[in-house]
């Protein structure tokens, strides 16, 4: 069992570990020529604001297997839009940050997804669980315009479906899945 003060360390200063926990991902429809993308948050990059421009779907991974302290507050999924204290999560981070156009697609985990912060004061509350090499810039714009939808899947709840209009500054949210076997194995 790790001391508390191992744990505070880890949370605050180690870059996550680079799981195979996003798995895959797909834009079905696109007014644009876009494709996904998984990013490695073990490298520096800045995201937000503008900072890729580009019609892609983006995704990376965050801290992982984070058990949690206290509950925290998601837009989508969870207990009554909770997931509770205890509860041992995965975070990951996705985001469209197109000039302009439309795309309908989807990102696949490795893990169920528990919920989804998708509007500024959610993921601003769950900052805590970034944990990566990346700098977050324009954190205040995050979240999803109006038209915009996300919906896990009731089909498949590793699969998180994404439509969004893009526009500056993008479109940006974080998900929350049950721990990551991939993750736990690096």
């Not at 997931?83 to 490795?110: E, K, N, R």
Request: aromatic share 12%; with cysteine; glycine share 10%.
């Amino acid at each position: 069992m790790r001391s508390i003060s191992a744990f505070v360390i880890s949370l605050f200063c180690a870059p996550a570990i680079a799981g195979a926990t996003v798995i895959d991902g797909e834009i079905l429809r696109q007014t644009g020529d876009g494709r996904f993308i998984k990013l490695d948050s073990s490298e520096r990059f800045s995201v937000g604001f503008d900072t890729f421009d580009t019609p892609h779907l983006y995704a990376f991974d965050e801290d992982q297997n984070i058990t949690l302290e206290a509950p925290i507050r998601v837009d989508i999924g969870g207990e009554m839009g909770l997931i509770p204290q205890g509860t041992v999560v995965a975070s990951h981070y996705v985001f469209f940050d197109s000039l302009s156009g439309i795309h309908q697609g989807y990102v696949y985990f490795d893990a169920p997804i528990l919920g989804v912060a998708a509007y500024q004061d959610t993921m601003a509350a769950t900052d805590f669980l970034a944990n990566t090499a990346v700098t977050y810039i324009g954190t205040e714009l995050r979240g999803l315009e109006e038209g915009d939808y996300v919906w896990i899947d009731t089909e498949d709840p590793h699969r998180l479906w994404v439509y969004w209009a893009g526009s500056s500054p993008g479109d940006y949210i974080r998900v929350f899945t049950e721990k990551s076997a991939a993750a736990e194995m690096m």
